[in-house]
Every structure is written in C-alpha cells, then in structure tokens.
C-alpha cells in the first residue's frame, strides 16, 4: 500500500551518500567546463576525481552524508509511527516491516 498518499504524508527520501553528495555538487562545474561530455563520461570524470581524493577531502561530503542518514532516520521514525497509528486506528494489522518491503521493491525496481 502506498501509504504517503492515504496518509498526506510525503515518505522521507533516502539518504544519499557521500559520493552522491560530491557528484552533485560538481557535476554542474564539470557541465561548464565540459559542455560536450556526455553523462556517461561525467560520471567516470567524477568516479575518477572521487577515486584521488583522500580521507580529508572527503570529510565535508561524509558529513553531509551523515547528517543526510540522520535528518531520514529522523523523518521515517515520524512516517512509520503515522503508518502504525492509521493501522491501529483502522483495525489493520501492525506490521512494523510494510515500510521496509516497499523499500525493497522499489529497489528491485530500480535495478530492473
């Protein structure tokens, strides 16, 4: 069941990580610089660069990443405890992992 929509709430995005956060915020530099590269050549440009930097370099992406994590832990304890309310007010049973499964299908989905 798609519960955002019964319940008028949005599902927290997931987080993304810190190699997410860093291909964000360059690849609009890289598209300046590099308006010809297609996508596929952007990403290998920004695996590349990722792949060179060290530990110290990385920290403000793994920062941003984790306060990313914590911000969605944060939203789907509050989205999930809205679902189990809607369930016990309705008569429906709790089930704590409904959540957890559309996660996965949307990642099967995803890969497919």
């Known amino acids: 069941m798609q519960w955002a929509a ?7 995005k ?6 997410l956060m860093f291909c964000a915020s360059t690849r609009p530099r890289l598209r300046r610089e590099n308006p010809d590269l297609s996508f596929a050549e952007l990403a290998k440009r920004t695996g590349a660069m ?34 189990e309310e809607y369930k016990r007010a309705h008569g429906m049973p709790v089930n704590n992992n409904d959540h957890e499964e559309e996660e996965e299908e949307e990642d099967r989905m995803d890969v497919e």
Not at 6 to 12: C, D, N, S, T
Not at 14 to 19: E, K, L, Q, V
Not at 67 to 79: M, P
């Open 6 to 12: 019964v319940l008028g709430l949005a599902a927290p």
């Open 14 to 19: 997931r987080p993304h990580t810190a190699y």
């Open 50 to 83: 990722w792949k060179e930097m060290d530990e110290q370099q990385r920290q403000p992406y793994s920062e941003e990443s984790r306060a990313s994590r914590e911000r969605y832990d944060r939203e789907k304890a509050v989205f999930d405890r809205a679902v």
